[in-house]
């Protein structure tokens, strides 16, 4: 399904880390998905083209699935130093710091925690604010 | 004759139940209707079971997609509709870029003026999905009776509430407790918790009538109003309930749009549990008075409850009158142009 996007000259990706945003910048390209006009923050060759970082989130999952890996092991020809690309891929296995052997671990058990710290808990209140997938469920209202 | 589509996607009854009130109204200045929706209870209110206490129009139609489908089907099924271009005038209640994001594209291309229905929405959803830039393919936006996060719009028009019932409508007090099962000469009060939403929701008002039932036995009359009947004796499977909304002393239930219009319009005493919706923002639209956390806050409430007090009956304006004016008005405009 196309997409009718917005021609203003804008960068029709989102930005935010917690929360998403419009982004403010200009557009130089467009994605050679799905067309979607982009800023060169947002834009990331791939082997299957100029993306935009929706699409190009989306040819990682495909690709992961073909694979039919679980976790992302390789970082394959993507940058995953640009700040703009947040993707869960990017943790996978940071977080993870209740096994031992597991980074962090260690320093995860053995200091104080302040009660007011973040912990993982506090992922499903962000996710309620920011993180809803909305347009997916037909029985909503 | 002209005819309307009203895209009317959603879960519960809320989007069916607005849009028939627009089609009472519109048929009234001579529109027809053609309404798309995908309740999984649009079948029980249609069904013979559930009697219907008002009329409506004879060139209604009403298509009902299958609730069970998931989102590209429906999404499919709604675009062939769509495709069809069989209607002089589009309707899209709340869902402006439509249920599943299924007329993002098709829309701007639809050369028929395009009406957007906007009550109140989750803002998260009104930024995440851009419905700003996407509300300028909507030649008039109607605001049906509460504030809403895009209201300000220039091509917004707001309303009194909309309800599927007209002042003219409502039966008398008497009469309409004699439709609960009530006699004539008994005076007791009445509660009615109304039994609708997702079937864990229903369940929950059902007990919560079951428990009012026998706590209030020979002072209040309870009963559960539904669609489809559940079998116990004070169970009224009943449509519209607004038709009876005078012979109720206090209603109880959950916080949607017509529920929520229906007691306010009449002056009918309400408490309502908000329910979690990813779009509707129930704990918004009830005041503080009308708001229970709980179920069970809301029986021991209805219990505690002063039912000596009179209630405030008043006439009302529907305002499914000014929406189909307005939206008359658009296509006269369109005609010259």
Redesign the interface.
Same mark, same amino acid.
């Given at each position: 399904m196309s997409t009718a996007w917005n021609a203003d000259g804008s960068c029709n990706e989102k930005s935010g880390f917690l929360f998403s945003h419009a982004c403010d910048q200009l557009s130089t390209g467009a994605c050679s998905r799905c067309s979607r006009p982009v800023c060169s923050e947002h834009t990331h060759p791939t082997e299957q083209g100029v993306l935009c970082t929706t699409c190009a989130k989306q040819a990682i999952k495909q690709e992961r699935q073909q694979q039919g890996k679980t976790q992302t092991t390789s970082r394959g020809d993507y940058d995953y130093h640009d700040p703009y690309f947040y993707a869960g891929y990017y943790y996978i296995g940071y977080g993870d710091y209740h096994r031992r052997g597991r980074w962090g671990h260690d320093h995860y058990h053995s200091v104080h925690h302040d009660s007011h710290d973040f912990t993982e808990a506090d992922g499903a209140a962000f996710a309620q604010q920011g993180d809803e997938d909305f347009e997916t469920d037909m029985g909503e209202s | 004759m002209k005819r309307w589509l009203v895209y009317a996607?959603? +879960?519960?009854l809320?989007?069916l139940t607005r849009a028939l009130a627009l089609g009472r109204a519109a048929a009234q200045r001579g529109y027809h209707l053609t309404i798309l929706c995908?309740s999984?209870m649009a079948a029980s209110l249609l069904s013979d079971d559930c009697p219907k206490r008002i009329a409506l129009p004879a060139s209604l139609e009403l298509i009902l997609l299958d609730?069970q &489908?998931?989102?590209d089907d /429906? &999404?499919e099924n709604v675009l062939r509709i769509l495709a069809r271009r069989d209607f002089d005038l589009l309707v899209v209640d /709340?869902f402006a870029?439509?249920? +599943? +994001?299924?007329l993002?594209?098709t829309l701007?291309t639809i050369p028929q003026p395009k009406v957007w229905i906007h009550r109140n929405v989750?803002p998260? =959803?009104v930024?995440?999905?851009?419905l700003l /830039?996407f509300a300028r393919h909507f030649n008039l936006v109607l605001v049906p009776g509460e504030d809403a996060p895009l209201a300000h719009l220039p091509r917004a028009f707001r309303t009194s509430p909309w309800t599927v019932c007209d002042f003219g409508d409502l039966l008398n007090r008497s009469d309409a407790r004699q439709a609960f099962g009530i006699p004539v000469h008994d005076f007791l009060p009445m509660a009615v918790v109304v039994g609708t939403g997702r079937p864990d929701e229903v369940e929950a008002a059902r007990l919560a009538a079951a428990t009012l039932y026998r706590r209030l036995a020979g002072r209040v009359h309870v009963r559960l109003a539904t669609t489809r009947s559940t079998g116990e004796s004070f169970a009224v499977s009943v449509w519209p309930l607004m038709v009876l909304m005078r012979g109720i002393d206090l209603l109880v239930g959950a916080g949607?749009y017509n529920t929520v219009y229906e007691a306010r319009q009449t002056g009918t005493p309400l408490i309502a549990v908000p329910q979690q919706?990813? =779009?509707?923002v129930q704990s918004q639209r009830l005041s503080v008075e009308e708001s229970s956390p709980t179920w069970s806050a809301a029986v021991e409430r209805v219990t505690r409850w002063n039912f000596s007090k009179q209630r405030a009956g008043k006439r009302f304006e529907n305002g499914t009158h000014a929406a189909v004016l307005q939206t008359a008005s658009l296509l006269d405009d369109w005609a010259l142009f």
């Amino acid at each position: 399904m196309s997409t009718a996007w917005n021609a203003d000259g804008s960068c029709n990706e989102k930005s935010g880390f917690l929360f998403s945003h419009a982004c403010d910048q200009l557009s130089t390209g467009a994605c050679s998905r799905c067309s979607r006009p982009v800023c060169s923050e947002h834009t990331h060759p791939t082997e299957q083209g100029v993306l935009c970082t929706t699409c190009a989130k989306q040819a990682i999952k495909q690709e992961r699935q073909q694979q039919g890996k679980t976790q992302t092991t390789s970082r394959g020809d993507y940058d995953y130093h640009d700040p703009y690309f947040y993707a869960g891929y990017y943790y996978i296995g940071y977080g993870d710091y209740h096994r031992r052997g597991r980074w962090g671990h260690d320093h995860y058990h053995s200091v104080h925690h302040d009660s007011h710290d973040f912990t993982e808990a506090d992922g499903a209140a962000f996710a309620q604010q920011g993180d809803e997938d909305f347009e997916t469920d037909m029985g909503e209202s | 004759m002209k005819r309307w589509l009203v895209y009317a996607l959603g +879960g519960g009854l809320g989007h069916l139940t607005r849009a028939l009130a627009l089609g009472r109204a519109a048929a009234q200045r001579g529109y027809h209707l053609t309404i798309l929706c995908n309740s999984p209870m649009a079948a029980s209110l249609l069904s013979d079971d559930c009697p219907k206490r008002i009329a409506l129009p004879a060139s209604l139609e009403l298509i009902l997609l299958d609730p069970q &489908a998931g989102r590209d089907d /429906t &999404a499919e099924n709604v675009l062939r509709i769509l495709a069809r271009r069989d209607f002089d005038l589009l309707v899209v209640d /709340t869902f402006a870029r439509g249920l +599943g +994001g299924e007329l993002v594209a098709t829309l701007p291309t639809i050369p028929q003026p395009k009406v957007w229905i906007h009550r109140n929405v989750s803002p998260r =959803y009104v930024d995440q999905c851009d419905l700003l /830039t996407f509300a300028r393919h909507f030649n008039l936006v109607l605001v049906p009776g509460e504030d809403a996060p895009l209201a300000h719009l220039p091509r917004a028009f707001r309303t009194s509430p909309w309800t599927v019932c007209d002042f003219g409508d409502l039966l008398n007090r008497s009469d309409a407790r004699q439709a609960f099962g009530i006699p004539v000469h008994d005076f007791l009060p009445m509660a009615v918790v109304v039994g609708t939403g997702r079937p864990d929701e229903v369940e929950a008002a059902r007990l919560a009538a079951a428990t009012l039932y026998r706590r209030l036995a020979g002072r209040v009359h309870v009963r559960l109003a539904t669609t489809r009947s559940t079998g116990e004796s004070f169970a009224v499977s009943v449509w519209p309930l607004m038709v009876l909304m005078r012979g109720i002393d206090l209603l109880v239930g959950a916080g949607g749009y017509n529920t929520v219009y229906e007691a306010r319009q009449t002056g009918t005493p309400l408490i309502a549990v908000p329910q979690q919706r990813q =779009y509707d923002v129930q704990s918004q639209r009830l005041s503080v008075e009308e708001s229970s956390p709980t179920w069970s806050a809301a029986v021991e409430r209805v219990t505690r409850w002063n039912f000596s007090k009179q209630r405030a009956g008043k006439r009302f304006e529907n305002g499914t009158h000014a929406a189909v004016l307005q939206t008359a008005s658009l296509l006269d405009d369109w005609a010259l142009f």
